[in-house]
């Protein structure tokens, strides 16, 4: 299974932007996708996942702004961002559970910076 995830970029404080992640490979089903982020202090963190039954998990950092969603067909999961603030900074990594293993895609930089 590989993972290849778009949208890095640089971004102003409040505004807005997107990730994506398509799986592809071998794929027979697909448990969970979901974005995790690399800080400087803390290590990786989780922001938000989708189940496959569609349920979501979100860090509390996440709740209000940043919203999941997934197109099956596709194999595609996306990230939301809204309201950027400077200490969303990080390298985004998707990852996304097939068949009970984890897979992760190469990290995307989100710089939130006036």
């Known amino acids: 299974v590989q993972l290849q995830a778009l949208g890095e970029g640089l971004v102003q404080p409040g505004g807005s932007l997107r990730l994506s992640c398509a799986a592809s490979g071998t794929i027979s089903s697909i448990n969970s996708m979901g974005w995790y982020r690399q800080l400087p202090v803390n290590g990786r963190e989780l922001v938000i996942a989708i189940t496959s039954g569609g349920g979501t998990v979100y860090a509390d950092s996440a709740k209000g702004r940043f919203t999941i969603s997934r197109n099956n067909t596709k194999n595609t999961v996306y990230l939301q961002m809204n309201s950027l603030k400077p200490e969303d900074t990080a390298v985004y990594f998707c990852?996304?559970?097939?068949?009970?293993?984890?897979?992760w895609g190469k990290g995307t930089l989100v710089t939130v910076s006036s």
């Open positions: 990852k996304v559970k097939v068949s009970g293993r984890d897979y």
